[in-house]
Each structure stands twice: as C-alpha cells, then as structure tokens.
C-alpha cells in the first residue's frame, strides 16, 4: 500500500512539475512578445520623438478697441499743471488691455502735440500724451489710417509718427516716408507672429501732397489685396484694419460687406473695422478653401467727447490665436474664442473721463446698464452666434 501510495505521489509530482513546466514554458513566449512589443512600441514612440522635439504648439490672445477721439473736452478734462495725463480715464479698463498678448488701438486723432496748437472737431489735433496713455494701458499697435490722419497736415504725422516711435508703439496705414511704408508691420509673441495692414475711406476732402501718398492708405481694393498677399507669408496672421463704413449706422452696409468678402479672399485672418462711431455686429467668412476671416465691422468709440447713447458705447475685443506646426513641418493657425465686452463712455457734463464696462456703468449713473448690455449683446451677435459678449473679460 505504501508502495502504491509512494507511485502516486510520484506521478502526482511529475504531473504538477510537468504542467508547471508547461505553464512556464506557455509564459516565457508571451512575456518574450509583449517585451518585443514594448520594445517596438518604445522604438515607435521615440521615432515619434524625435520629431516631436521640432512639434510646436503656442496659443496667444489679440485685442482691440475703436475710435479714440480726443474732442477739446477730453484734452481739457485731461490737463494737469505740467502737460496732460489721460491714464486715469483708462484706469477702469486698463487690466483688459493689458492681459491680451498684442492690443490694437484706433488712434483717429493725430497726436501732433500742443507745439502745432491743440484743436477739436472737424480738424482735431492731440497732445502726445494720449500715446503714454496707451502705452501704460498695454496698446500694442495703433492705426493712423482714418479721416483725420491729414487734420494737422504732414507735420502732424511727422510729429505722431516720431513721438509712438520714441514711446515704442508701432503705428500702421499712416507713414513718415516711402521706406517706413515699405517695412512691414509684424508683432511677434510666444512664436506667433502676427501682421498688420491699415486703410481709411479717405480724408475728409483733404488730400495729400503730391508725391507723398505714404502719409496716409486709402481703401483702394488692388492695394490692400496686394499688400496682404505680400505680408501672409511672412507671418501667421494677418491684421486688416479697415476705417470704413457710414457714422452712426449700427449695421454694415454692402460696401462694407463686399469689400471684406474680398479681403478675407486675399488672405485676411483677422478684420477690425472702425469709424461709424457706434458699435456693428460681428461675423465669420468662409472661404470655399475653407479659410476663415473673423470680423468686426466697428468697434465703436473707446474714448470720445462725442454725445449720443450708442455713441458712447464701444467694446474691447479678446480673441484667441493658436498655431501648431506638426511632426511633418505642417503649420495649422486657427482663431477661437472670440469675446467682445461693452465699455461706456461716463463723463458726467463732459468732465472726469472714464471707460468703463458697460455692466458697470450703473455705479457711473447709467440707470439701465444692465438692459443696455443685453441689446449690446444681441446686437453684436446679428450675424453670427460664434462670438460671446461679456460682462467682463
Ligand atoms: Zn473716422
């Protein structure tokens, strides 16, 4: 019996050795693929890698804000005993214009400073310290392009361009000679770089001097296609600022509507439109290649003397650029996030200057802020559901 018992252990120690074996043996193939595998995994993803060290992925944020309209009040509200200081009117606003990575301002009056006298409407001439003013509220870039640019005559550009030269503010559409009109206007941020064009209507009858059409562009169609068609490749978006459209109509008109379809044909990325002095919708154009213009056809006046409700409402524009360049050296731009706040111009008997957002114009003895906001809100959404009006940004 104990023989017996003994064979049966024996077998029964074989058998577990033997299945042991097998379930080892079974094993060490599967390990040895799922190593391989990780292995050729492991390769796959370092030949990824490797061009991935040349993958760039960046995202930057573009703003903008309409007519600034220096009318003799907002100079004189403005004056301190030593010159003019205009930051205070900003101060409300000013962390909006400063978050966005590049911020555009439409400078409608020229700043030819208080040595050529100072004036109001219909020919306005600014003091210079309009531009410190947006310096230190973040602006960027400034368009001279628009229907006051030959109000103080050549000497006011002269002096405007050399003054945003010495604060380090780029100005474009208005130029000093052929060779600064010539040097493209491009701002780079966080390797996305961004080019900007400007043009106005015209010049309220006021001509320039022969032989210097440099002073100020005119919305003249084969110019404005040409000079994007020359400026897209050397950057990832293209800027279009555009002065047009009638003052005081709160809708574009089909001028304004033809001329940006052709514009966004051209190349345009981004359109600001300003000039009617109140706020227009905004809007997206598709080409059939499938390259998308946003636009905005006015932004209304961000600083002015001027009187009317509508008037007194403008908006600071945020809007998203991004731009990825995969591992076969594909570039792909993209805009998003589009997001508009209403600003107020409160002065209560043209006097203490602000911009304020208009949801908090209320405290600014607006009684109905908050019923103004949501027709600006509507409003600037006539055309497209693809932007968001905001509070605050
Ligand atoms: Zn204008």
């Known amino acids: 019996m104990r023989k017996l018992s003994s064979i049966v252990t024996l077998i029964a120690t074989l058998l577990v050795v033997c299945i042991a074996i097998l379930i080892i043996s079974s094993h060490k193939p599967t390990d040895a693929v799922d190593k391989t595998y990780t292995s050729q995994n ?3 993803m370092k030949t990824k890698a490797q061009p991935a060290g040349k993958q760039f ?3 930057i944020t573009l703003g903008a804000v309409g007519d600034i309209l220096i009318h003799n009040s907002v100079y004189n509200d403005a004056k301190t005993e030593t010159g003019y200081d205009f930051t205070p009117m ?10 966005p990575d590049i911020m555009f301002a439409n400078q409608e009056t020229i700043l030819g400073g208080t040595e050529l006298g100072l004036s109001s409407y219909p020919m306005f001439n600014s003091p210079y310290e309009v531009g410190d003013a947006l310096k230190d ?6 368009s001279m392009a628009n229907n006051h640019t030959l109000d103080a005559g050549e000497q006011g550009i002269l002096n405007a361009t050399a003054y945003f030269d010495k604060i380090g503010i780029p100005y474009v559409g208005s130029y000093r000679s052929e060779e600064d009109q010539q040097k493209p206007r491009i701002i780079t941020k966080d390797g996305i770089s961004v080019g900007f064009v400007a043009y106005t209507y015209g010049t309220n009858g006021l001509i320039r001097p022969e032989g210097k059409d440099y002073l100020v562009q005119y919305l003249e169609q084969d110019k404005i296609i040409n000079d994007i068609k020359n ?3 050397q950057v990832d978006f293209v800027v279009v600022s555009l002065h047009f459209g009638l003052e005081y109509q709160r809708y574009a008109n089909d001028v304004q509507k033809l001329l940006v379809e052709e514009v966004s044909k051209a190349g345009a990325d981004i359109i600001l439109g300003h000039h009617p002095h109140v706020l227009q919708p905004a809007d997206w154009i598709e080409q059939d290649d499938g390259h998308r213009t946003f636009v905005i056809y006015s932004l209304g006046n961000f600083l002015s003397g001027q009187a009317e409700l509508y008037q007194r409402i403008g908006a600071i524009l945020h809007l998203n650029l991004s731009k990825t360049i995969d591992e076969n050296n594909n570039k792909t731009v993209s805009l998003s996030d589009v997001k508009i706040m209403p ?4 002065r209560p008997n043209y006097q203490n200057y602000k911009v304020v957002p208009l949801i908090d114009a209320d405290q ?4 109905d802020a908050n019923e103004l906001f949501q027709e600006m809100q509507e409003h600037m959404k006539s055309y497209t559901d693809d932007v968001t009006v905001v509070e605050k940004l």
């Open 90 to 99: 900003l101060a409300p606003v000013k962390e909006y214009m400063i978050s």
């Open 57 to 59: 992925q960046s995202e």
């Open 137 to 142: 509220a973040g602006v960027d870039i400034v």
């Open 364 to 367: 600014y003895g607006l009684s």
């Open 231 to 233: 400026l897209k490749p």
């Open 42 to 44: 492991h390769t796959g």
């Open 343 to 346: 600003t107020y111009n409160y």
